[in-house]
């Protein structure tokens, strides 16, 4: 692929994405592209030098990597969420676009409340968290979660974005000062739901995901729903995403469970 234009080399590459089942074959040698050659989409079509030596290699492995089940935020470094651009790396697990409505249900609670204080169990990169933090600018936002690698990237996405959010190390509500009992207007978690009898089943890239974060079914959340009501104030909320099908199981609605702490 040295020497040849920018858009010849992502119809070459949409052929190989395809041929190897790649969804979006288009689209993700697109953003692949655009993370290699440092540019934008408009870039991409515009640009008449073709590629460098050095280019084509970076492209071709970074191609060869997809192909073999690496997901594309690994490759870029990259995930957007709702308005945020966050860092993901491996060893984390890579938020999803189903997530974004988990938020959605956050706000709707949080509707009429003044300065609201939240906690977010289980951040991961620090997507959910960050995401209330940037839009909500009276909230007072907490993390925990159990992955010191989590963390650190939850504390370095926060500083990136200029959000102010702690994020502490601990499982579930370990790592909160015992003051905080009873103070919160929202409990909000993407808790790890994936069966054991299902792993075998997930996508390559999927499975790139640390099992910590995927493996679980419901039993976190079953813990949650026990712990949780020690944090709400009165009138305080308990939501979580849930796997697709365990809606029934759990009382939820599609992907979201959310419970209120009466008086």
């Not at 073709?50 to 060869?64: D, H, I, V």
Request: glycine fraction near 10%; hydrophobic fraction near 40%; proline fraction near 6%.
């Amino acid at each position: 692929m040295s020497g040849l234009r920018p858009s010849e080399v992502l119809r070459r590459a949409e052929r190989y994405l395809e041929v190897h089942g790649v969804e979006s074959p288009r689209a993700t040698a697109e953003i692949m592209l655009q993370d290699v050659l440092r540019a934008d989409r408009a870039t991409l079509y515009s640009r008449s030098r073709g590629l460098s030596s050095a280019e084509a290699r970076a492209f071709g492995r970074a191609l060869c990597r997809r192909c073999t089940g690496t997901p594309l935020q690994h490759l870029t470094g990259h995930q957007a969420f709702r308005r945020l651009d966050l860092e993901v790396r491996p060893g984390v697990f890579v938020p999803r676009p189903e997530t974004e409505v988990v938020v959605d249900v956050v706000m709707e609670k949080l509707a009429n409340v003044e300065a609201p204080r939240i906690l977010d169990v289980g951040t991961g990169t620090g997507a959910i968290a960050l995401s209330i933090a940037a839009e909500l600018a009276s909230a007072r936002v907490l993390a925990t979660d159990l992955s010191a690698e989590a963390v650190a990237l939850a504390r370095r996405n926060a500083e990136r974005l200029g959000l102010d959010v702690a994020i502490l190390e601990g499982d579930l509500f370990s790592p909160l000062p015992i003051e905080l009992s009873g103070s919160f207007d929202v409990v909000v978690s993407n808790p790890p739901y994936v069966g054991a009898e299902d792993w075998d089943a997930l996508p390559p890239e999927v499975r790139s995901d640390p099992e910590l974060a995927l493996l679980g079914g419901t039993q976190v959340h079953g813990r949650l729903a026990e712990e949780a009501p020690a944090w709400l104030g009165t009138g305080g909320s308990l939501v979580m995403e849930i796997g697709a099908d365990q809606g029934e199981e759990l009382a939820g609605r599609d992907r979201v469970v959310a419970g209120d702490r009466g008086g």
